[in-house]
């Protein structure tokens, strides 16, 4: 059974309508990625599977039970299985970045000061940042701190990780790494990873397979190859559309960078 599926959702903000009737299935282990235009819904997705959104019909499961159908209890213990990485998500600037990466372990679980240093110098030597907790955000450029947010998510040993649009701003080197970041993450700690992107290089990169939302409902599926190979006019239209930036990571990518 999938990790994560979406059954005939629908949701509408007064009269406009964003889904109607989204079905996603998503499997444990995977790095899927959502790609649509600008307001298709992407990051209303990522809402509704932790709650922050409500669906108005239809019904979304996560690791075989429907969460419409949680308590607010069961809610918050699903919420501590998904991990997000959200669009602008900021570090505390008055926080050392140490505390930034710790904030969710001193707030959900106990832990002794020791073992909350010995997670965070894991998290930050993962997202490549060792020895960093004594500095503070404003002593890091853009991709560290995207860095260190990273860490602060996966700090908490989540089984998925939602990633809102993880390189947006970032220049093609720190692009590439934070996409060569996920990939590891998923393929080292088995975190099921759902990215949302127009970046179709990162696209490309990260993904073990790949979504395509259009008006209201996922018009197409498929592995990097087959979206890359896909007749489909809009997916077509998308892609080329969107190569552009993706071809400068490639770029990076070749170049080692
Ligand atoms: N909380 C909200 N209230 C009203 N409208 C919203 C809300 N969140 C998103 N929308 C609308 O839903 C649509 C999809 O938004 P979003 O998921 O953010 O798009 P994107 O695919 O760019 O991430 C947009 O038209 C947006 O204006
Ligand atoms: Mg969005």
């Not at 260190?148 to 649009?165: F, K, N, S, W």
């Not at 239209?237 to 969107?242: A, L, P, S, V």
Request: proline share 4%; with cysteine; hydrophobic share 40%.
């Amino acid at each position: 059974m999938a990790l994560i599926d979406f059954r005939e959702v629908y949701k509408a903000f007064g009269p406009k309508v964003v889904y109607s009737g989204l079905n996603l299935s998503i499997e444990r282990g995977e790095a899927i990625t959502i790609v649509g235009g600008s307001g298709v819904g992407k990051s209303v997705m990522l809402k509704m599977l932790i709650g922050l959104l409500t669906v108005d019909a239809g019904e979304i499961w996560f690791d075989g039970r429907c969460i419409q159908a949680l308590s607010p209890r069961e809610m918050t213990g699903v919420r501590q299985r998904i991990g997000m990485l959200f669009q602008g998500a900021a570090l505390f600037d008055s926080m050392t970045v140490g505390e930034n990466v710790s904030y969710g372990l001193r707030e959900h679980h106990r832990m002794n000061p020791r073992e909350l240093a010995e997670r965070v110098h894991w998290a930050l030597s993962l997202v490549g940042l060792p020895g960093v907790e004594g500095m503070f955000p404003s002593d890091l450029s853009g991709g560290m701190k995207k860095r260190v947010g990273l860490a602060r998510t996966i700090a908490l040993q989540p089984e998925v990780v939602l990633y809102d649009e993880p390189t947006t701003g970032l220049d093609p080197i720190n692009t590439a790494r934070i996409s060569r970041l996920i990939t590891s993450l998923q393929r080292s700690l088995g975190i099921t990873s759902v990215v949302v992107t127009h970046d179709m290089g990162s696209a490309f990169m990260v993904s073990t397979r790949l979504a395509m939302v259009h008006k209201g409902q996922v018009i197409a599926t498929g592995t990097p190859d087959e979206f890359r190979h896909a007749r489909d006019p809009l997916v077509r239209d998308f892609i080329e559309g969107n190569a552009p930036e993706g071809e400068d990571l490639l770029a990076v990518l070749r170049a080692g960078g």
